[in-house]
Structure formats: structure tokens, C-alpha cells
């Protein structure tokens, strides 16, 4: 059973930064393209930045992927060895309020960040505020 836990939102001061676990289990991590989504309420899920599966192996192309509005901002980090996924977030804006979510999937990674209703498995989510 492929389970996401994320972890690590906060209330932060704008200019701060963050670091978000995506803690996975029950699947082959290599089988996997892992991405991170946001939302606020009202608003459609966001695609935040997505880490494809290594190079040469099902769709990887071993690029990483960010949404324009993140970009220069967020780091994504896939640990093979800790089964988990970071999302770095420096210079956070208030407009960077929401839930963020982690998601699984076998899935072309650049296509998913814009198609966040394709992918299969996804966390709880965790609340990250930035004061102003």
C-alpha cells in the first residue's frame, strides 16, 4: 500500500525559509515520479515542483521540474536511501500560504505538475504560512 507522509510546514516570516519531508513507503522508489502540489481554499491545487524517476528507467528523465512561480526559489531533493522527497522553499512570499501536498505516480513528471488530478497517490498534506 504506497503511503506519503508529509511533514515540516510551519508559520515562517516572509524572506524565510523551509524544508518539507515527503516520507514514502509500500512502493519501489524508483518506480516513482514524486511531486509537490499546494493549495489554498478556493483554489485549484498548484503544481509546486516534481522530481522525475532516474534516468533511462520507465519515463525518468532525471530532471527535476518547478512551477514559474517557484522558480529560483524551491529546490526539490529525491533521498533514495531515506524513501523520501524535500521540497527546500527559501525566500518564502505570504502569497506561499497554503497546504502542501506530495504526490506519487507513474507518470510523466513535467506533464503531471500541470495535471495535478493524474496522479494516483498523495499525502495529507502539511500547512505552511508566511507571516508578512
Known amino acids: 500500500q504506497v503511503n506519503l507522509v508529509e511533514s515540516g510546514g510551519r508559520v515562517v516570516q516572509s524572506g524565510g525559509s523551509l524544508k518539507l519531508s515527503c516520507s514514502t513507503s509500500?512502493?519501489?522508489?524508483?518506480?516513482?515520479?514524486i511531486g509537490w502540489f499546494r493549495q489554498v481554499p478556493g483554489k485549484a491545487r498548484e503544481g509546486v515542483a516534481c522530481?522525475?524517476?532516474?534516468?533511462?528507467?520507465?519515463?525518468?528523465?532525471?530532471?527535476?521540474h518547478y512551477g514559474d512561480s517557484v522558480k529560483g526559489r524551491f529546490t526539490i531533493v529525491r533521498d533514495k536511501a531515506k524513501r523520501t522527497v524535500f521540497l527546500q522553499m527559501n525566500n518564502l512570499q505570504p502569497e506561499d500560504t497554503a497546504v502542501y501536498f506530495c504526490?506519487?505516480?507513474?507518470?510523466?513528471?513535467?506533464?503531471?505538475?500541470?495535471?495535478?488530478?493524474?496522479?494516483?497517490?498523495w499525502g495529507k498534506g502539511t500547512q505552511v504560512t508566511v507571516s508578512s
Open positions: 509500500g512502493f519501489n522508489f524508483d518506480d516513482y515520479d
Open positions: 504526490a506519487a505516480d507513474d507518470i510523466r513528471c513535467a506533464w503531471g505538475l500541470t495535471h495535478p488530478n493524474s496522479w494516483d497517490y
Open positions: 522530481v522525475s524517476t532516474p534516468g533511462g528507467l520507465r519515463w525518468g528523465d532525471g530532471v527535476d
